[in-house]
């Protein structure tokens, strides 16, 4: 497991560039992933997920590229917008089929700089 | 679009007392789960509710946690006497019974602070 603590990676980008955060997984039997987003007072939004018989999946300016031999997650955002600033989180469906609870990722501070 | 919502928004309570959280999850979702998140952590999976049942729980949700869908549209979490370490951000979630993976929607939450 991960240690957690109250310091998150951070990862500051200009407006208009493009955004890479990266996971990395701990189940090699998890098969379907999600990226959230979660803004300061409010819940995790779903932005994007992937099947682990796929690789990558496209969305409206959101790329995740899954790599199932290293365990990698990495959710990719295209001009990146002032509005993107928020913590995401990866997360993970751990057990497979039957069990659907979600483990998450400790997260990733993104603060877009205008 | 609809939204799982979440009352109160934020809850005062005394160590030792009894709080209930209420939820109401999207309207034809069938899969109803509770998550925290400590402040300045991971969100953590307490519990999760199919078919007026628990299928899950983790290693927190003990003794003093209960779930209950008492009628068609709410979900509550009861934490029977609160303590310190129950601070924290409480979420709901709910996601739909159509296939196996879906992702689950949460709620804005409810902020629990223990005195």
């Known amino acids: 497991g991960e240690s957690v603590g109250l310091h998150l990676p951070t990862l500051s980008v200009q407006e208009g560039d493009n955004s890479i955060i990266n996971c990395a997984y701990s189940n090699s039997a998890s098969d379907y992933f999600i990226w959230y987003k979660q803004e300061s007072g409010k819940g995790p939004q779903f932005i994007i997920d992937?099947?682990?018989?796929?690789d990558k999946r496209q969305g409206q300016r959101v790329t995740v590229l899954l790599n199932k031999t290293v365990k990698h997650l990495s959710l990719q955002i295209a001009a990146t917008q002032p509005g993107d600033s928020a913590v995401y989180f990866c997360a993970e469906n751990p057990s497979g089929a039957g069990s659907y609870q979600l483990t998450f990722g400790k997260g990733t501070k993104l603060s877009v700089i205008p | 679009e609809p939204e799982v919502t979440q009352t109160p928004s934020h809850q005062v309570t005394q160590m030792g007392q009894e709080v209930i959280l209420r939820c109401v999850p999207i309207?034809?979702?069938?899969?109803f789960y509770w998550y925290r998140q400590i402040l300045g952590q991971k969100v953590e999976f307490l519990v999760s509710f199919y078919n007026n049942e628990i299928s899950e729980k983790s290693e927190i949700f003990d003794d003093q946690f209960s779930v209950e869908r008492p009628d068609g549209s709410n979900f509550t979490l009861k934490i029977r006497s609160t303590k310190l370490e129950d601070s924290a951000m409480y979420f709901c979630a709910s996601r739909t019974g159509t296939s196996e993976n879906q992702p689950q929607h949460f709620g804005d939450g409810t902020r629990l602070s223990i005195l």
């Open positions: 309207s034809n979702h069938l899969y």
């Open positions: 992937i099947r682990s018989n796929m």
